[in-house]
């Protein structure tokens, strides 16, 4: 009976567009990966979910990544965005985009502690 109340709230979260609280529910009720791939789907993934993805696997964890780091790349969050192409090994992608962004500093420091000191990427910043 629990989990068919905790279901219906959580369809009920889902209709309103409250994305947050249905993680928490779906957290609650051992559905991570329904969870997950919902927040993907509905590109809505939040930190706290990327906490739990990855007892989904490698390869869905970085998958909620991407669609996390496009998440904040559309709410022009870029140097949080980098970080986490830094966290999937996407190094060059987000010295890339820093550039791109006019995040100077940010691709600097980035390319300096990431990359050899004499990579052509440190001599373009």
Known sequence: KTFELVAVERKTHTAENH??????????????????????????????????????GLDKYQEAVRCFIAQLTASRDFVTA???????????????????????REALAIAKMRLSPDDEVIKNI
Do not use: F, N, P
């Open 82 to 104: 980098a970080s986490y192409l830094l966290v999937i090994g996407e190094t060059k992608q987000a010295i890339t985009m820093l550039v791109a962004e006019e995040c100077y």
């Open 19 to 56: 994305h947050h609280q249905a993680a928490l529910l779906g957290i609650w009720s051992s559905d991570i990966r329904g969870t997950v791939d919902h927040a993907i789907q509905t590109k809505t993934v939040t930190e706290s979910l990327l906490s739990v993805a990855v007892m989904c």
